[in-house]
C-alpha cells in the first residue's frame, strides 16, 4: 500500500501563489503516476494535473500556463506550484498516485481563494 500525506494548502488572496507537497510512503517503488485533483464547492472532482515516473505532464486546460506540476523521486514527493490564483480554483486539493495494483489517494489540503 501507498500513504500519502499533503500540506500546503491554505488561504491567499487572488493572484497569489501557493505550492502544494505530497509526501508517498509505503510501497513507493510500485507508483508510476502521481498527481493532484481537486473537488470545488458544488462541483465533480476534477484532474488538476498529472506526472509520470518519467516525468511527463497533463495539464486540466483551465489552470495551463498557471500550475507547474513537478517530482522529486528522491524524496518521494510531488509539488504542484500555483501562481495567479483565481476565486475558481477554491477547492479541497487531493494528492493521488497509480501504482502497478491499485490508485491511491490523500486525505486532501483545503485551498481557498479570496477575491
Known amino acids: 500500500q501507498v500513504q500519502l500525506v499533503e500540506s500546503g494548502g491554505g488561504l491567499v488572496q487572488a493572484g497569489g501563489s501557493l505550492r502544494l507537497s505530497c509526501a508517498a510512503s509505503?510501497?513507493?517503488?510500485?507508483?508510476?503516476?502521481m498527481g493532484w485533483y481537486r473537488q470545488g464547492p458544488g462541483k465533480q472532482r476534477e484532474l488538476v494535473a498529472l506526472i509520470n515516473s518519467g516525468g511527463a505532464t497533463n495539464y486540466a486546460d483551465s489552470v495551463k500556463g498557471r500550475v507547474t506540476i513537478s517530482r522529486d523521486n528522491a524524496k518521494n514527493t510531488v509539488y504542484l506550484q500555483m501562481n495567479s490564483l483565481k476565486p475558481e480554483d477554491t477547492a479541497v486539493y487531493y494528492c493521488?498516485?497509480?501504482?502497478?495494483?491499485?490508485?491511491?489517494r490523500g486525505q486532501g489540503t483545503q485551498v481557498t481563494v479570496s477575491s
Open positions: 493521488h498516485c497509480i501504482t502497478t495494483r491499485s490508485n491511491y
Open positions: 509505503g510501497n513507493i517503488f510500485s507508483i508510476t503516476v
